[in-house]
């Protein structure tokens, strides 16, 4: 009864197809591999280190997120292997300047262009039926790989501030092209 | 996906984005400091979105209560079982202003109805941190009794009650619900 989780109707978040990718709801079966990321040094970028309660509550608060806001942090898996690969969208909380475009993808997805097929799908969806556009992205200093992928997907620097205390630089996404 | 449901006084609805600004300065108070608080916007923002979370992950949550009769949110009550739980929960945390009028009996009492008639749950507890009388007291005015100590590295320790089993509120206490 603990542990249970549930296949429920979570019908706020959109489903995006991709040539490769599934853009869907966070879901409880994303939990051990999200679990093992937030226990890696890759995940002190974005929050991390968190056991698995913790990334519990994530996964909670993501949802949640797109209950309140109506758009949010979708999830991903291969479209081959329906294998969870990371995730792609916008966070807006108090503190937050406005809605960000983030993205994180499991080690294993590394290098293959997953993340950046699945940031172009969400960033074009949520010009087209969210209303946000040009949108902003927080690249922490020292996340290299982060800054040279927003950089890739024609990003470009805007400014340096300051989110919850830390440090970070502000890159601006191109408009997109109606389609 | 969320139920509503009603009391003599009180309905049980879907948090929503409006209901922030109350959680929130429940949140940043001394009150919520058995529960997790003080906290900051920033992280009562994320509270709530985990409160509405829950729901399509375990298929039960906790609701926002409001006095029907005025609209007014007074509390966040319901069912919670995050990861690191010991057994589902029944939780109620009033709003600041809205403690001594019975409210969080009487929708922790519709909560519990939910559980056992809607759900199925077998048997229910509640977390009471050691120092919240006033938590303690509604725990005892719904027939819980101790049963034993939870310990949790963020909430701190706290008292497990358990609830009445189903077949101990059935006579009498069903129909009330109904």
């Known amino acids: ?115 950046s097929e699945a940031v172009t799908a969400a960033r074009a969806y949520a010009a087209r039926h969210q209303a946000l556009d040009a949108l902003m992205s927080y690249i922490a200093p020292a996340n290299a790989r982060s800054r040279a992928m927003a950089i890739r997907l024609g990003a470009t620097f805007e400014r340096k501030a300051e989110l919850l205390g830390m440090s970070c630089d502000i890159y601006r996404h191109p408009r997109q092209e109606a389609a | 996906m969320i139920p509503v449901l009603t009391t003599s006084r009180l309905t049980l609805r879907a948090p929503t984005p409006e209901d922030f600004p109350v959680f929130a300065e429940f949140y940043a108070s001394d009150r919520s400091r058995h529960v997790g608080g003080p906290m900051t916007r920033e992280q009562a923002w994320r509270a709530l979105a985990k409160e509405l979370g829950h729901w399509p992950l375990r298929g039960y949550g906790r609701w926002a209560v409001e006095i029907t009769e005025t609209g007014a949110f007074i509390g966040i009550i319901g069912l919670w079982n995050p990861l690191d739980w010991p057994e589902p929960e ?76 189903p077949v101990d509120l059935s006579d009498g206490g069903m129909e009330a619900y109904a």
Request: glycine share 12%.
């Open chain 1, 1 to 115: 009864m603990t542990h249970e989780g549930r296949q429920l109707n979570t019908g706020a978040v959109p489903i995006i197809e991709t040539d490769r990718l599934i853009l869907r709801a966070p879901q409880m079966s994303d939990l051990p591999r999200m679990t093992a990321f937030f226990a890696t040094s890759r995940s002190h970028m974005v929050g991390g280190p968190r056991d698995e309660p913790e990334t519990f509550r994530t996964l909670t608060s993501r949802l949640g997120h797109w209950m309140l806001r109506g758009y949010g942090m979708w999830h991903f898996h291969t479209k081959a292997d329906e294998r969870f690969m990371g995730w792609a969208g916008l966070m807006y909380a108090p503190g937050w300047h406005e809605p960000e475009l983030g993205w994180t993808v499991m080690e294993d997805g590394e290098g293959k262009g997953l993340a």
């Open chain 2, 90 to 165: 029944i939780g109620w945390d009033l709003m600041n202003g809205f403690e001594g009028h019975g409210y969080a009996t009487e929708a922790a009492e519709a909560a519990r109805a939910h559980a056992y008639d809607v759900l199925g749950w077998p048997t229910a507890i509640s977390l009471v941190a050691v120092a919240n009388d006033g938590s303690r007291k509604v725990a005892q005015r719904l027939g819980a009794t101790r049963d034993g100590t939870f310990h949790h590295d963020h909430f701190g320790t706290m008292e497990i009650w358990r609830h009445p089993a």
